[in-house]
């Protein structure tokens, strides 16, 4: 399963980079304003920054929500950097949008789906990522797995190319348990990637060997 990361922080890429374990990352509008990244141009330079630090994939959202727009924006962001993914929301302008741009061989990630349904329509029109989000669903008492478990059978069953792109991933357990579903990606906040190396029975036993080693 691919690791990315889902932040606009620098550091924070940085830092899950230099583990050697990033494959990618996402942003979204949100995240760009918690970093206090404002203005076009501030917000594209933002996005050549981050392509600066990885080697992989770099989702960077749409603010349009009418064909026309999510077309003009996209071609520009696409035209940033080769690594950048137009993220495009799971609307009909977007799911018409994202055909276009699998036409034009742009890579997209079609954002807040929270269905199945969404999901067959994401592939159906070309889309490079499907981004499924299981902490929102966690918050109003549906299961996000489900979710990804159906989306894993319809692509399989017809062979869609999407990847599952699991998204609103809040804590280990979701990465572990979208990994033993079959999602292609987790993309994860620095905190539920850093989770996993935890174990009290790893920090005992090293103690252990380390004061055994002195002896
Ligand atoms: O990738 C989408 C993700 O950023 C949403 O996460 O925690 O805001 O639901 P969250």
Same mark, same amino acid.
């Given at each position: 399963m691919k690791f990315f990361i889902d932040t606009a922080n620098l550091s924070q890429i940085k830092e899950a980079q230099a583990m050697g374990i990033?494959?990618?990352v996402t942003? +979204?509008?949100?995240?760009? $304003?918690?970093?206090?990244?404002?203005? &076009?141009? +501030?917000?594209?330079?933002?996005? %050549?920054?981050?392509?600066?630090?990885?080697?992989?994939? %770099?989702?960077?959202? %749409?603010?349009?929500?009418?064909f026309d727009g999510i077309v003009r924006e996209g071609e520009a962001l696409a035209k940033l950097h080769k690594q950048i993914v137009v993220k495009?929301?799971?609307?009909? &302008?977007?799911?018409?949008?994202?055909?276009?741009?699998?036409n034009k061989g742009i890579k997209t990630n079609c954002t807040l789906v929270f269905s199945a349904g969404q999901a067959l329509l994401a592939a159906k029109a070309g889309a490079t990522y499907v981004s499924p989000f299981i902490g929102r669903l966690d918050d109003v008492s549906t299961d996000g797995f489900i979710l990804i478990e159906d989306i894993r059978t319809i692509y399989d069953t017809y062979g869609y190319k999407t990847q599952i792109l699991a998204a609103?991933?809040?804590?280990?357990?979701?990465? %572990?348990?979208? $990994?033993?579903?079959? $999602?292609?990606? $987790?993309?994860?906040?620095?905190?539920?990637?850093?989770?996993?190396?935890?174990?009290?029975?790893?920090d005992t036993g090293l103690a252990k060997f380390l004061e055994d080693a002195k002896k």
């Open positions: 990033l494959d990618g942003t +979204n509008p949100s995240l760009m $304003a918690k970093e206090g990244i404002k203005g &076009e141009a +501030n917000i594209l330079k933002h996005y %050549v920054d981050i392509c600066g630090l990885v080697t992989g994939d %770099v989702s960077a959202e %749409v603010l349009s929500t009418d495009v929301p799971m609307i009909k &302008e977007g799911v018409k949008a994202i055909k276009y741009f699998s609103s991933i809040r804590h280990p357990m979701h990465i %572990v348990n979208c $990994a033993k579903l079959g $999602a292609d990606v $987790a993309t994860c906040p620095l905190s539920a990637i850093m989770a996993l190396l935890n174990h009290p029975l790893t």
